[in-house]
């Protein structure tokens, strides 16, 4: 399953509350597709995926929107 959150118009803690909200709710094999824009939520979600030992992918679109792809396969 693919979950989605688009967190463009909250600020922090907001979009870390909810994506603790979306690992809980994926199993293996889930992915989950973030976007933000507040600087806070921008550094403080990877860290929390990279603490917990989530893989996951990271860019940033034309219009300043960081987009994180979390894998629900732990790393190894």
Known sequence: MIYSYDGTRERCPIPLVQTRL???KMREGDYCQLQLKDS?????IPKLLSKLGYSYTQHKN???????????????
């Open 40 to 44: 806070g939520s921008i550094q403080d």
């Open 62 to 76: 034309k219009d300043d929107v960081v987009e994180i792809t979390i894998n629900n396969k732990l790393k190894e």
């Open 22 to 24: 979306l690992l809980k």
